[in-house]
């Protein structure tokens, strides 16, 4: 099961302007918090990109509240053993399909070896140590495509210093 935006905003406005009693639903227009959905999803969209901010440019572990893990980013090197595990690099692989037949009829593919960060591979961790919740193993964290490609650009730009953990 996954929780979206609408989801949020329920919660958000169950604890803060709304209220149940019995089967209908009393709303505080004159709370301070009443605030339309799009205005709550812009303050969302705002604080997410400062945490993701935080996180990419100055190795910041963000300390989920309620005790839910941290969130950050680690970096760790593959051995020799495990580039057949590595992603295909597609670009580079149809290129030498074109070029040479043969190796399309072997099915021989390029690895993306990161010559850019020198082998290292940067990865979202998010550490469920801390958490205090049941059933751990169940819960795990995806960044949205967004942040990912956030830290591709990252590393790939020159100008951009990182140093992330080791893991």
């Known amino acids: 099961m996954t929780c979206g935006m609408s989801d949020f905003y329920k919660h958000y406005c169950f604890n ?7 089967r209908s639903v009393i709303i505080h227009t004159d709370s301070k918090y009443n605030v339309d959905p799009k205005l709550y999803g812009t303050i969302l969209k705002d604080f997410n990109k400062a945490i993701m901010s935080e996180i990419l440019y100055d190795n910041f572990e963000y300390a989920l509240p309620s005790m839910l893990g941290e969130l950050s980013i680690k970096k760790y090197t593959k051995s020799t053993l495990e580039i057949a595990n590595l992603p295909i690099d597609w670009k580079e ?3 030498m399909w074109e070029e040479d037949p043969e190796t399309r009829e072997q099915k021989k593919l390029v690895r ?3 010559d850019h960060t020198n082998g290292q591979i940067f990865r979202f961790k998010y550490n469920k140590k801390k958490a205090r919740y049941k059933n751990k193993s169940v819960y795990k964290f995806l960044a949205c495509r967004t942040a990912k490609r956030e830290l591709a650009t990252a590393l790939k730009d020159t100008n951009v210093e990182i140093n992330f953990y080791q893991l």
Do not use: Y
Request: charged fraction near 40%; glycine fraction near 8%; aromatic fraction near 8%.
């Open 16 to 22: 803060s302007f709304k209220e149940k009693k019995g």
């Open 93 to 95: 692989t149809k290129s």
């Open 112 to 114: 993306q070896l990161n």
